[in-house]
């Protein structure tokens, strides 16, 4: 893992950026959530993912790419979040001085 951080710390910043993107846009975004059962299902995909990296289930090329995919999650994770709560903080304000003026 020490290795994927060295060397695709640019991609990671990337996943980063495109995730507090997508975390800005999220806010506005007005569509019907997802079922319990599908977040169930993915929540079971994930685990079973990270348990086939950490146990090395999947050799050669086909494991340094799923490694690449969790790791590279992370920071989108992350920068989703954080551009989330950055847009909230932005609404939130706006709305104070609309109802202070």
């Known amino acids: 893992m020490a ?3 060295a060397f695709h710390w640019g991609w990671l910043a990337g ?3 495109i995730g507090l993107a997508m975390g800005w846009v999220a ?3 007005r569509a019907p959530g997802v079922s319990r059962l599908l977040t ?6 994930a685990v079973g993912l ?15 790419w ?3 995919l969790l790791i590279l999650f992370v920071p989108y994770l992350v920068g989703c979040g954080i551009g989330t ?3 909230a903080m932005v609404v939130m304000r706006s709305m104070r001085q609309r109802s202070a003026s």
Request: aromatic share 16%; net charge positive; proline share 3%.
């Open 3 to 5: 290795y994927l951080v």
């Open 66 to 68: 799923l490694e690449l």
């Open 27 to 29: 806010v506005v975004h």
């Open 50 to 64: 990270v348990a086939a990296a950490v146990a090395c289930w999947i050799p050669g090329r086909a494991g340094y």
């Open 40 to 45: 169930w299902l993915m929540a079971a995909l």
């Open 15 to 17: 996943a980063f950026a």
């Open 85 to 87: 709560w950055l847009r």
